[in-house]
């Protein structure tokens, strides 16, 4: 059974940085794909960023890209997400998803992950 643990989310002010990890355990995971979603209250649950573990590339949203910035630790099963430049409006409940040979197509839809973490809050406020 795979298990994703997360930590590092907290309250930061507008215009600053939060490093998110999650380790997985409970699976070899080559052919994983390992990524970030969240939910802010009464919105719906909204694509962050992925990665494929085999080969390290990446997929971010629109609204994160450039700003956001996933990786990995191979050695740890540990996938990071550096959050920099944060705004009010990445203030969300924010969930490190795992699932097993997804297709380009499917890589930012969250049904298409069998696993979820139990999220880490990340408030952006001043």
């Known amino acids: 059974q795979v298990q994703l643990v997360e930590s590092g989310g907290g309250l930061v002010q507008p215009g600053g940085s939060l490093t998110l990890s999650c380790t997985a355990s409970g699976h070899t995971f080559n052919s994983y794909a390992m990524g970030w979603f969240r939910q802010a209250p009464g919105k719906e649950r909204e694509f962050v960023a992925t990665?494929?573990?085999?080969?390290?590339?990446?997929y971010y949203a629109d609204s994160v890209k450039g700003r956001f910035t996933i990786s990995r630790n191979s050695a740890k099963d540990t996938v990071y997400l550096q959050m920099d430049s944060l705004k009010p409006e990445d203030t969300a409940v924010y969930y490190c998803v795992a699932g097993m040979g997804l297709i380009l197509s499917r890589l930012r839809n969250g049904d298409a992950y069998a696993y979820w973490g139990q999220g880490t809050q990340v408030t952006v406020s001043s």
């Open positions: 990665l494929r573990w085999n080969g390290g590339h990446t």
